[in-house]
């Protein structure tokens, strides 16, 4: 009965999410906006009529034609054919070139960092190699990059998170402590709060002038305009370099709820390790805030979970089905207003984690089921405008994103998951 139950599950979905491009297909034809299904349930993505169904609730007798098991079966190993075939031509190619301009790219920020840290010890660089990957380096795009630089010392400072600025804390003075016990001094407001804004400000100033005195001077220049630290390196490619503290052996309080209590993923093994890899506070704008950050605000720190995140994606096809997503969006969703980047893709994977909880969900012969899951989900949150942070809810990914780019995006993305799914082989040509 087993068996019946899985080819039943994938039957139904398929045929569920088969119906729901055909309709999409319809509405954007006339022109009309589709029905929109809510992001949020609670504290997490809603399923898009993928979620599996109850086995307690099947009958002894199949309620469609069991001679349709073997087609079924059929296209779904069709699908993951051209997926795996998708995965080895097309995103292993991606991942060399990035591969490759990182190195380019390290080389050049490496020596940018050196002079840094000669005119001031206490930015040291951490942007070291260890097992075939930069720590710290996070992949945008293949043009776009963020290193953090991770600090020293933050012991004297408190962590506070009370929920007044979504997806940032404050660092504040513990009690009793003096201004001059920490390290950065004079990046302490009167209030007491370590500024993230003064300390960048200062890094800015710092890297402005390792600019001109670096090896490669020639071949980079600041990105004006911005109070991020921003790099321009041979007109191609663009690295924005972060002051960071890392803090393990605590959890931020506007994280408590996770991992949700009736959810079954991740064991509490996973959670454990999860949590103790901790999270980073980033000197970066709070888009959240969309420019109207007061004096007060701009203190605050952006809180970061990409270790996390990534210790989350480990085992079954997840990391290939992020892979497949990524590679998708840079090539078919890179739009005017830049709606999506790679982090929404990581973000819908973890909620599809969420979902489909059994490490089975997760075998390669599931792929296709996935990444359509994923897609269709993207679909739902463009058109509702709000994707939240997988750890920070309350935190829209969408916040600022123009409306018309959000559409735009919607309406391609229908095109790649109807295409995907009524013709796996047009993957070829994807």
């Known amino acids: 009965m087993g068996c019946l139950q899985d080819i039943k ?6 045929k569920s999410r088969a119906l729901l491009i055909m309709v999409g297909k319809i509405i954007w034809a006339e022109g009309a906006k589709p029905t929109t299904v809510s992001p949020l349930s609670s504290l997490k993505l809603a399923p898009v009529q993928t979620a599996a169904l109850d086995p307690s609730g099947y009958c002894e007798t199949p309620v469609y034609n069991p001679d349709l098991c073997p087609n079924m079966i059929a296209a779904q190993a069709k699908l993951v054919y051209h997926l795996n075939k998708y995965y080895n031509e097309k995103c292993q190619s991606r991942k060399a070139a990035i591969s490759k301009t990182i190195r380019e790219v390290c080389k050049v ?7 840094v840290e000669v ?13 075939n990957r930069f720590e710290g380096l996070e992949v945008i795009s293949p043009t776009e990059f963020e290193v953090v630089l991770y600090l020293n010392q933050m012991g004297v400072f408190n962590f ?15 009690d009793g402590r003096k201004r001059s016990m920490s390290l950065w001094v004079e990046f302490i407001t009167a209030s007491g709060y370590l500024s993230a804004r003064k300390i960048r400000s200062r890094f800015q100033t710092l890297v402005a002038q390792a600019v001109d005195k670096c090896s490669y001077r020639d071949v980079v220049k600041m990105v004006a305009d911005t109070s991020e630290v921003k790099l321009r390196i041979r007109d191609r490619y663009v690295v924005q370099i972060t002051p960071a503290f ?8 506007s994280a408590a709820h ?8 991740p064991g509490p093994n996973r959670v454990a390790e999860v949590k103790a890899e901790g999270f980073n506070l980033l000197s970066k704008e709070c888009y959240s805030l969309n420019g109207k950050q007061s004096s007060a605000e701009s203190d605050a720190w952006v809180l970061q979970f990409a270790e996390a995140e990534n210790r989350l994606l480990l085992g079954g096809c997840r990391k290939k089905c992020l892979s497949l997503l990524k590679t998708l969006r840079d090539r078919h969703l890179e739009l005017p207003g830049q709606p999506l980047n790679n982090y929404h893709m990581k973000t819908l994977v973890s909620y599809e984690c969420e979902k489909h909880p059994r490490e089975s969900d997760w075998d390669e012969n599931c792929l296709g089921d996935r990444l359509n899951g994923i897609l269709l989900q993207l679909i739902s949150c463009l058109q ?20 018309s780019a959000l559409e735009n995006a919607a309406k391609q993305t229908w095109r790649l998951a109807r295409e995907i799914l009524t013709n796996p082989k047009s993957l070829e040509k994807l």
Not at 246 to 253: A, N
Not at 258 to 265: G, K, M, Q, S, T
């Open 246 to 253: 890392k803090c393990t052996g605590i959890w931020p309080r």
């Open 9 to 14: 599950i994938n039957h139904r979905e398929l």
């Open 258 to 265: 996770w991992p949700l209590p009736h959810i079954p993923w």
């Open 160 to 174: 506070v998170d009370d929920g007044s600025l979504p997806g940032c804390a404050v660092l504040k003075l513990s």
């Open 384 to 403: 509702c405008r709000r994707c939240p942070h997988y750890f920070l809810p309350n935190l829209d990914l969408f916040q600022g994103k123009p409306h």
């Open 119 to 131: 005119q001031e010890p206490r930015f040291i660089s951490s942007l070291n190699e260890m097992d």
């Open 109 to 115: 920020v490496s020596d940018v960092l050196k002079e």
